[in-house]
């Protein structure tokens, strides 16, 4: 693997992160497993595949999105994206909003926000990205 196909993968490996914290998120939430710094993950990403982990970090560049509906005919509202930083990487985190719930509200994080989330990590080359 050259140096470009690992920088291109490793920022692949930013995969989706599921949040299934009921469609909200509470920057004081306290978790009982002790957190797993960023690095680790995006190091060794199919070894944490599917797995639910314990992230702590501080929330970069929020990005609200669209409503989106599923071919089910599901729709979600109060969708965002952001990043979750840490002192030795950041990932991109997915929330993914609540379902049949047709409300316009702002995300339930603010950037520079410190915080502690529960997450399930979904690998690349899982059909993630």
């Known amino acids: 693997m050259t140096v470009e196909e690992f920088a291109r993968y490793r920022k692949l490996v930013v995969f989706f992160i599921a949040l299934w914290l009921c469609g909200a998120i509470s920057p004081s939430l306290a978790l009982a497993a002790d957190p797993i710094p960023i690095c680790k993950i995006l190091d060794e990403p199919t070894r944490f595949h599917l797995r639910q ?15 989106y509906t599923l071919t089910v ?15 030795t990487a950041s ?22 926000t410190p915080m502690e989330l529960q997450a399930t990590v979904q690998a690349p080359s899982h059909g993630g990205y």
Do not use: H, M, W
Request: glycine share 12%.
């Open 53 to 67: 982990v314990t992230l702590q970090g501080t929330v970069r560049d929020v990005q609200p999105l669209d409503p």
């Open 73 to 87: 005919g599901s729709t979600y509202y109060g969708v965002y994206l952001f990043y979750l930083k840490d002192e």
């Open 91 to 112: 990932v991109n985190v997915a929330s993914f909003g609540r379902c049949g719930i047709p409300t316009v509200r702002d995300p339930d994080v603010e950037d520079g």
